[in-house]
């Protein structure tokens, strides 16, 4: 159970920096390789805005994990992910459940 606790640690931290190298290219444009991962974002690291419309800015996710929010990652990283989804699922967003 710790491995496995550790290994989403881990994956987060690498989703994050993704992130961050991600969000100095324009808005809306991804780079060759990278892919919209809805999901799996930390507070506040998100890339972007947000699919819901609540937002139009990188960084300004709430919660953990809410289903609008995406991050770049690499072709092939997200549905590894635990949460990780291609596509945004308005029925999904447990983070505006939260609240």
């Given amino acids: 159970m710790t491995t496995k606790k550790t290994l989403n640690t881990l994956l987060a931290g690498a989703v ?9 290219t324009s808005a809306h444009a991804m780079k060759d390789g990278q892919e919209k991962c809805y999901g799996v974002v930390k ?15 990188a960084g300004m996710a709430k919660a953990d994990g809410g289903a609008a929010e995406w991050v770049s990652v690499p072709t092939g990283t997200c549905e590894k992910l635990v949460g990780g989804s291609l596509e945004f699922h308005a029925a999904d967003d447990h ?3 939260a609240h």
């Fill in 95 to 97: 983070a505006e459940k």
């Fill in 16 to 24: 994050a920096v993704t992130a961050l190298g991600g969000m100095v």
């Fill in 43 to 57: 507070a506040g690291m998100n890339g972007c805005g947000a699919a819901d419309k609540s937002h139009s800015c």
